[in-house]
């Protein structure tokens, strides 16, 4: 195997040693102050030569997501779930479309045993207090799994096509169209015609930041 430069020792010792001491793996940023380099490319430059090298693999979609292999360091308990925007519950906002793809702006870091073996699973953060009797409150982060099926009584991110909006509500079929109910007493649910809404993704846990 090709022998690592100074540069990149420094970087997988430092990777190693903060996965022993946090259980999860640093961020570009913090490998860059820690290990004195000059810039986040120089670091990213680094990481790609490291795996290709096969000592980490990593999800450059992902802030924090580098898994050191071969390493004897412990393997981090934590999974780094993409933030990719802001949705309502309560009346419907604006947010990108599906098509229009979205920016991942931020990370968190969830335990595995609230992904379970669920793939494509992405974050919301909540604006409004519609869920609030289902314990989701304005400011928490929803976690979701990427579908464009729901069962009756599921909580999902629902797309209102002509609207161009998103909301969260618990999605409920009636004929030809959609309830959409709030878990909130003072307010209405949205009725909608089905061919009118996308189901973006089912609601399988949330989280409420520190304030």
């Known amino acids: ?22 259980d999860y793996p640093p961020s570009i940023r913090q490998i860059q102050d820690a290990c004195d380099i000059s810039s986040t490319s120089v670091v990213d430059y680094n990481l790609k030569i490291l795996e290709r090298l096969g000592h980490i693999r990593r999800d450059r979609e992902v802030s924090r997501a580098i898994e050191l292999l071969h390493s004897g360091g412990r393997r981090p308990r934590v999974v780094p779930v993409p933030i990719i925007g802001t949705i309502a519950a309560g009346q419907p906002i604006p947010v990108p479309s599906a098509e229009q793809g979205y920016d991942v702006t931020d990370t968190i870091e969830v335990s595995p045993d609230m992904i379970g073996e669920r793939e494509n699973v992405f974050a919301l953060r909540v604006k409004g207090t519609s869920m609030i009797d289902a314990l989701v409150n304005d400011g928490d982060i929803v976690l979701l799994q990427a579908s464009r099926k729901a069962q009756d009584g599921d909580m999902i991110a629902a797309w209102l096509k002509d609207e161009q909006e998103a909301t969260l509500k618990k999605f409920y079929r009636e004929g030809d169209r959609v309830r959409l109910q709030p878990a909130n007493e003072t307010m209405s649910p949205i009725y909608t015609d089905a061919r009118n809404l996308e189901i973006q993704g089912k609601v399988i846990g949330a989280v409420r930041p520190l304030r």
Not at 4 to 11: A, D, E, G, Y
Not at 12 to 22: V, Y
Request: proline share 0%.
């Open 1 to 22: 195997m090709k022998e690592l430069s100074t540069k990149q020792r420094r970087i997988l010792d430092f990777t190693r040693d903060f996965i022993d001491d946090h």
